[in-house]
């Protein structure tokens, strides 16, 4: 899967709908046929990884009434497109805990996933009873449980494995976001993608999820192009220098590594003052 990683924060179903005289839910139906037109358009604007901030942790918290409706919201969504998402090479995964959701909800979308699993044009990524900060939490505690010893340049020890923890995913490219999008006005994240945010080129807009299309994801795409991203670098003056920022960022990893490993073996072979003796 190649392209860009970019992920949306779905906000303002509820607020579009409240200023139009209807439900809540009626937003948030509305908002699904946001989710297919942003899907449909993604691969065309050099998209290979599309996650999509569906439901939160905290959302549980709102009244039951409508977490109920976008529990069956999502449900008919799986049902409804998974075909569609097979006919177009779009592989389905939902991330986030699944140990809160209705049995049905978590049938359909194994089913999804295991339907559209070698879809190849587009990675659709939906978080759903998901927490960054959580994600973390737990990729912390896998990290801690790995055996003791082992080689920071190879195992437990790297950026790079726990990058791998908290996305819950080999794949190297969902571990980084490139872009990520909010709408409705707000500017925050929400506990989204905290980690894989780090180097993520931010835009904000106040279109309303149910009203966001094709249109606003290309010109979400065009302004990040137009970005320079230089990952705490400064670009060189004369734009060369042995392949400038690129070839720079490609080295970081291994400077990572290295340095992981000698401040591992430089520790080993001295004592460690405690804090209360700095």
């Known amino acids: 899967m190649s392209g860009?990683?970019?992920?949306?924060?779905?906000?303002?179903?509820?607020?579009?709908?409240?200023a139009r005289?209807?439900?809540?839910?009626?937003?948030?139906?509305a908002g699904a046929d946001a989710v297919r037109r942003t899907v449909e358009a993604a691969p065309g604007l050099g998209i290979g990884i599309l996650t999509l901030y569906a439901f939160s942790s905290d959302n549980w918290r709102r009244p039951p009434e409508e977490v109920g409706a976008l529990m069956r919201l999502l449900r008919r969504y799986?049902?409804?497109?998974?075909?569609?998402?097979?006919?177009?090479?779009?592989?389905?995964?939902?991330?986030?805990?699944?140990?809160?959701?209705?049995?049905?909800?978590?049938?359909?979308?194994?089913?999804?996933e295991r339907a559209t699993a070698r879809g190849e044009k587009l990675w659709l990524r939906i978080a759903v009873d998901y927490s960054a900060r959580d994600a973390i939490v737990?990729?912390?505690?896998?990290?801690?449980?790995?055996?003791?010893?082992?080689?920071?340049?190879?195992?437990?020890?790297?950026?790079?494995?726990?990058?791998?923890?908290?996305?819950?995913?080999?794949?190297?490219?969902?571990?980084?976001?490139?872009?990520?999008?909010?709408?409705?006005?707000?500017?925050?994240?929400?506990?989204f993608l905290l980690w894989e945010a780090a180097y993520?080129?931010?835009?904000?807009?106040?279109?309303?999820?149910?009203?966001?299309?094709?249109a606003d994801l290309e010109d979400a795409v065009r302004e990040f192009r137009h970005r320079e991203r230089r990952f705490g670098m400064v670009a060189p003056a004369n734009g060369g220098g042995g392949g400038g920022?690129?070839?720079?960022?490609?080295?970081?990893?291994?400077?990572?590594?290295?340095?992981?490993?000698?401040?591992?073996?430089?520790?080993?072979?001295?004592?460690?003052?405690?804090?209360?003796?700095?």
């Open 200 to 214: 993520a080129e931010l835009i904000f807009t106040d279109r309303m999820w149910p009203d966001f299309g094709a």
């Open 245 to 278: 920022i690129a070839a720079a960022v490609g080295q970081i990893p291994r400077d990572i590594r290295s340095a992981t490993a000698r401040l591992k073996r430089a520790v080993s072979g001295s004592s460690v003052p405690s804090a209360s003796n700095p």
């Open 78 to 112: 799986l049902m409804a497109e998974t075909g569609r998402c097979v006919e177009n090479g779009v592989r389905v995964q939902v991330i986030g805990r699944r140990d809160r959701l209705a049995g049905a909800l978590v049938r359909e979308i194994e089913s999804a």
């Open 4 to 18: 860009l990683h970019a992920a949306i924060i779905m906000d303002g179903n509820g607020r579009w709908a409240v």
């Open 138 to 191: 737990r990729a912390a505690r896998r990290l801690a449980a790995a055996p003791a010893g082992a080689d920071a340049e190879s195992d437990a020890g790297s950026r790079e494995v726990f990058s791998r923890l908290v996305a819950e995913c080999s794949e190297p490219h969902a571990q980084d976001l490139d872009l990520l999008i909010r709408t409705g006005g707000e500017k925050r994240l929400s506990d």
């Open 21 to 29: 005289g209807r439900s809540r839910t009626a937003g948030h139906l």
